[in-house]
């Protein structure tokens, strides 16, 4: 398979009067007598015996993937056989620097297009028959069409009557107008393909995130392991967590927690003190946290993963993120007559004397013990019946810690905060499966799977 991929890259840089690429063993052809001879042990890509050791790779490369029931060890196996050929290929090869990137930017489309295929065979089967436009993204929606067609954030014109319809899905700002209670960020980002498709462009935006989703789960792997290990833990994040199961939607959770990775990748690789960098990833992090507070928590750590010295980096950091907080809390001042009042403190409930005003800030009453119990086991919402691959990823994060300490502190850290932060939310069991608030505790499990499915000892990169 390489040395196919060897002739069509550069086919003018291969000598085979110069290499030997046979699979058993690389090696250069040695000169006798003035006369260039193959050693005996070696095989030529044109022989019928090279072809044979071809064959056996592949077969066991297929075998090896194609077993339902393979064991953790046989994989780890498998992706071993196939880096370590590509890699003593691309060694001993002219166009090196061609064959390193092509098996990066090959395991990076695997990471991307085997969960596209499983998200586009729910799309196209309608998933469970409801509309994909289901519970608050209606209202992502109507947001975007007020802004579009009127200009303001007055819902009036959007909404449907009667009214009640509505209950705690809007907000009532210091006007008495009924405006959106969710942030806006996802339906401005969303407004074009609104626009061009209508109702569709929702469904279209949503796929597209995910994609993009992946897309960078897999970028972040790479921090911490090779690229085929990554592509094959992205893999099964992404297929056999709840992911799928927002194929079929508009999802909010989805969109913020591509904002969250995009803080994580912008920050320099090295910890190099680059304050542009720094500055742009703190800007995300204000949008993350604008759109969904909770995303705070995930600062926690993050001076672990900022470059050194901190007296530099932090401060661009912070910078960066008090740009969107700032205009975050002009737009509650607008709203609502004060910076810290937000749509959620004044959710419309219509009742028979009136209209009643609610904060999510009163729904944090769950026990917290109840509450990290059913996030865990509870039948169609936890973790372990509906995103097993997660439990697993996160048993495996001590060997983390022996290869990236860095990583596997900020991980544990950040996970554990938010998945305590959501025990004690009574509102967290009404996702339409799994919990979509545990999203980035989902996401950020790449880092320990795809760790190991790695070799290599901890520090070596592999562009």
Known sequence: MVA??????????????????????????RTHGGHQEKQSQNLHPGTVGDN?????????????????????????????QLERNERRCSKHLPGRPVLRVSRGVIA?????LVPAVVFLAIIGSGYDGKPYLRGDCPYYVAAARSIAEDGDLDLSNQLWQPWRAHNTNVALDRQGRLVPKHPLLMSVAALPLLLVFGDQGALIFNFLQLLLLCGLMFVLARR??????????VCLTATLSFLPHFAWNFS????????????LLTLPRDRTPHLGRHIIAGILLGLATTTKPSFALAAIA????????????????????????????????HLFNHPLVTPY???????????????????????????????????????????????????????LWFRERRWAVYTFVTSLAI???????????????????????VVLGVLPLAAVFDWRRAGHEDS
């Not at 989805?254 to 904002?259: A, E, G, H, K, Q």
């Not at 998945?419 to 505790?441: C, I, K, T």
């Open 252 to 263: 909010p959770d989805v969109f913020v927690v591509v904002l969250f990775l995009g803080v």
């Open 419 to 441: 998945f305590l932060f959501y025990s004690m939310y009574a509102q967290w069991v009404w996702s339409h499966w799994g919990n979509r608030f545990l999203m980035p505790v």
């Open 345 to 399: 403190d004044r959710i419309v409930h219509f009742t028979e004397a009136g209209i009643e005003l609610h904060s999510n800030r009163e729904d944090f009453t769950e026990p917290l013990w109840r509450g990290a119990r059913d996030q865990i086991i509870r039948p169609g919402k936890g973790l372990l019946p509906t995103s097993p691959v997660t439990v697993v990823s996160f048993l495996l994060l001590p060997l």
């Open 224 to 233: 911490v392991a090779g690229p085929w290990a990554s592509a094959v833990a």
């Open 302 to 333: 993050l001076p672990l993963l900022l470059g050194k010295p901190l007296r530099r980096s932090l401060p661009a950091f912070v910078l960066g993120g008090l740009i969107p907080v700032a205009l975050w809390m002009g737009l509650n001042q």
């Open 108 to 112: 990076g489309l695997v990471a991307v």
């Open 52 to 80: 044979r050791h071809c064959c056996d790779f592949s077969r066991g490369w297929t075998r090896a993937f194609g077993r339902s029931t393979m064991s953790l060890n046989q994989l780890r196996l498998s992706l071993f």
């Open 4 to 29: 196919v991929l060897i002739q069509v890259v550069c086919p003018q840089s291969v000598d085979h009067d110069q290499y030997d690429v046979g699979w058993r063993r690389l090696g250069r052809a």
